[in-house]
Every structure is written in structure tokens, then in C-alpha cells.
């Protein structure tokens, strides 16, 4: 399978768009992309590594899945995660390693994990500062796939260098000028995509612009760069991020060979009394019908998430216990539908009839039991993202089973 697309996540208004970037002049982000929800009152955004969008909108920051609904407000899913102090922010962007960096109005640079407990204070109790000073003068920052960091200076130039660790390392007299003219009206957006291309788009034209970064040997980037549409100015926020949303499942294929019986336990399903009071053998015949339901769920670590209204039903075997071998296996003569986001039930029904012969003045208890299997099961699902890309994704599916009807009976005192 080929790696996830890179997409281009747009805000303009309230709306959010999301497609491919533009691969020609003629290609027209705006006439093709997907608006895929609304972000109203949005100042900030940016997508981590994993394709998960944090979002400023006033004093406060919120992540979620990238939105996939177009009548669907983001933050009324997404989950609240800073509470206050956001809106002092000038910049908010990610290394490639999933770590924080965010720009105080104030200059501080500030470092640290994603937040994720609007109760913390992350400025002020999980982020390190890494600066004290003068960050706000830059037009711009963003970092390469190697975690190099890139800033536009108000002298319009572009430098670079390994990111700051401590307030007395000397970014300024480190960095290395790799533009030396031309950057600041390039500042609108700026970012690297996973083929280590540099997208900027013009402020005064909307000009965007894809081309070779530039070293301090090479330090022309317009001339070596590919003009690839206009007026992306209209987008006030704009991001990269990876196409990692769950549209429909392909198919499903269940490892039965790598299960495991997690718990066996009797489970009792029908009971009887017979009483004879008489002097002479009473013949009963026990019967019974019953029908079990059996739970199970799919584990949901594998990364992607699921698009609102995505079709997320399938058809496949499923798993059992052979009662033969006391092990998994999966049941392909008979598909089931199953719901890979909501708990799936199944029925399996038990049924029996046995003769009971009562001895004269005494009483018997008729009992059907059977086994409940506790399984965990990995599975491989191909699944169509939302635009389109193919992959394999992983997990584990957990389920009930019930087997080895057994009947009996032992003598009952009334």
C-alpha cells in the first residue's frame, strides 16, 4: 500500500476545506476541494504528525479529528483542552516528532507535549521555555521533516537551525540564512510537505508556490519554485495534513490462528424439577429451546478516524470455538454483518430433548448448561479513506461464544 496523501486543510469564514494540493496552474484547490465542516471563530490552526487538528477559537484550544461533515460545527466534538491564555499566542506548530512550540505576542518560545487536560495550565505547568525573548518579530516559523527550524526575520530573510533548548541558547547567532531576501510577503503560508517540498503562498497575490528548500548555497527558492495557482490568499488559515479518515471498509479478514481463549466459564440455560409422589416410575421428556446473545466489539488503536456518515459495516465470517480442538475458528460458510463502531450482537440458539424417568417417591433436577468462551481475536481491515486512499489497518476484536451444550441430572431434595 502507498503512504496516506498529504491534504490541504483550508479555513475561509466559518467554513473548512480539505483536498489535494493543487499539482498544476490549472488545478484549482478551490473548485475541487471538499468543505468538510464549519470552524466559526477559529484564530489558529494545526495538525499534528498524526493527522489530529488543535484549534484556537478565543481564550481556548481544542483538538479532534480533522472535521468530515459539511452541516457539522468541529468544536461541538472536539474536546476542550486549554481553557485560557491561547489568544496570547502568536504562533502554534508542530515538530515532526509531535512536540508543541508555540510563540507568545510577548516573544517567549515555549515547548512541550500536545495538551490534553483543559484543567492544566499548559503554558504555565507542562511547556518549557526555551526562549525568553524576540520570537515575535518573526513573520513566520515552521519546521522541515528532519526537525530543522525555519523562521522569516523582519530583515526579509529566511534562516534556519536546530530549535532552541534552553533560554541561553543563541538561535539568532546560530541560525543559518538560507533566504536572503523575498520571505516576508511569502509568509502567508509556509510548510513542508512529506516529499520535503516548501509550499508558500504570496500575501499580496495569493500566489502559491511549491519548490526545493532552500540551503545557504542555494538561497533562490522563487526561481527554482513551481507557480501552481493564485488567489490562495483568500484562506486566512491553511495546513497540511494526512489523509488518515476512515470512509468505508473494503473487507475484513479475521486471524483466527493468533486468537486466544481469554476465559471459559458453565453457564446454566435451562433448569427442570420432576417430583413423583406415586409408588411407581413417572416417564417426563425435558425440552427446551433458548437463545443466547453473544457481544463483541472492534478495538479502535489503529490511528484513523471515522468520517460522520461513514459506511462502517461489512461482511464477513466470524469467529467461534470448535468444541473438537478447543480452539478459535472462523465460520466463512454463513456472513454476518457486522458494525465495525458500535457493539455487534449475534444469537446462537441451544436446544434439547431427553427422556427423564422419575423413580417412585423421589425428584430430579433436569440442567442444560453450556460453555462461554471469552475471545480476543487480531483482525486485518482494508479501508477507503476520505479521499480515496487504500490501506491496511489492525486491531483486535473481542467476543463471546457459547459451545458444548451438556445435559444432566442429579437428585433434588424438595
Request: hydrophobic share 35%.
Amino acid at each position: 500500500m502507498s503512504t496516506p496523501d498529504t491534504i490541504l486543510f483550508a479555513v475561509r469564514g466559518s467554513s473548512a476545506s480539505a483536498g489535494l494540493p493543487p499539482k498544476n496552474i490549472k488545478d484549482s484547490f478551490f473548485d475541487r476541494s471538499t468543505i468538510v465542516g464549519k470552524l466559526s471563530n477559529v484564530s489558529k490552526i494545526v495538525f499534528n504528525p498524526h493527522g489530529e487538528l488543535f484549534a484556537v477559537r478565543g481564550k481556548e484550544l481544542y483538538r479532534g479529528s480533522m472535521p468530515s461533515n459539511v452541516d457539522q460545527d468541529w468544536f461541538s466534538t472536539a474536546k476542550r483542552v486549554g481553557k485560557t491564555n491561547w489568544d496570547k499566542l502568536k504562533f502554534l506548530l508542530f515538530d515532526p516528532q509531535g512536540v508543541l512550540y508555540a510563540v507568545t505576542k510577548d516573544g517567549e518560545l515555549y515547548k512541550g507535549p500536545a495538551p490534553s487536560n483543559e484543567n492544566v495550565s499548559w503554558l504555565y505547568g507542562e511547556a518549557t521555555k526555551v526562549a525568553i525573548s524576540a520570537w515575535n518579530n518573526f513573520d513566520n516559523l515552521f519546521f522541515d521533516l528532519k526537525g530543522n527550524l525555519y523562521a522569516v526575520t523582519n530583515e526579509d530573510k529566511l534562516v534556519m537551525g536546530s530549535p532552541p533548548t534552553n533560554p541561553d541558547d543563541r538561535w539568532f547567532v546560530s541560525s543559518t540564512t538560507v533566504g536572503k531576501s523575498g520571505w516576508r510577503v511569502l509568509s502567508h503560508f509556509m510548510a513542508v510537505s512529506p516529499d520535503e517540498a516548501l509550499w508558500c503562498v504570496d500575501s499580496s497575490n495569493g500566489n502559491i508556490y511549491k519548490g526545493p528548500i532552500p540551503t545557504k548555497d542555494d538561497t533562490s527558492y522563487l526561481d527554482r519554485a513551481e507557480k501552481l495557482g493564485y488567489s490562495y490568499n483568500m484562506y486566512p488559515l491553511m495546513s497540511f495534513t494526512i489523509d488518515k479518515t476512515m470512509l468505508n471498509i473494503v473487507s475484513c479478514e479475521f486471524l483466527s490462528e493468533l486468537g486466544k481463549i481469554t476465559s471459559q466459564t458453565s453457564e446454566v440455560v435451562q433448569t427442570q424439577i420432576y417430583v413423583n409422589k406415586s409408588s411407581s416410575p413417572l416417564k417426563h421428556t425435558f425440552t427446551f429451546s433458548k437463545t443466547l446473545t453473544e457481544i463483541s466489539t472492534f478495538s479502535h488503536d489503529h490511528g484513523f478516524t471515522v468520517a460522520v456518515g461513514a459506511e462502517t459495516t461489512f461482511k464477513a465470517g466470524f469467529p467461534f470455538v470448535a468444541e473438537a480442538e478447543y480452539k478459535i475458528s472462523v465460520n466463512v460458510s454463513t456472513t454476518h454483518n457486522w458494525n465495525f463502531k458500535e457493539e455487534n450482537q449475534t444469537q446462537t440458539t441451544f436446544s434439547s430433548s431427553t427422556d427423564v424417568e422419575v423413580p417412585a417417591g423421589c425428584a430430579i433436577r433436569m440442567i442444560a448448561s453450556v460453555t462461554k468462551g471469552e475471545m480476543e481475536v487480531p483482525y486485518r481491515m482494508v479501508i477507503r479513506t476520505l479521499f480515496g486512499y487504500e490501506t491496511t489497518i489492525t486491531g483486535t476484536w473481542k467476543g463471546v461464544n457459547h459451545y458444548n451444550l451438556m445435559v444432566t441430572q442429579e437428585d433434588y431434595k424438595p
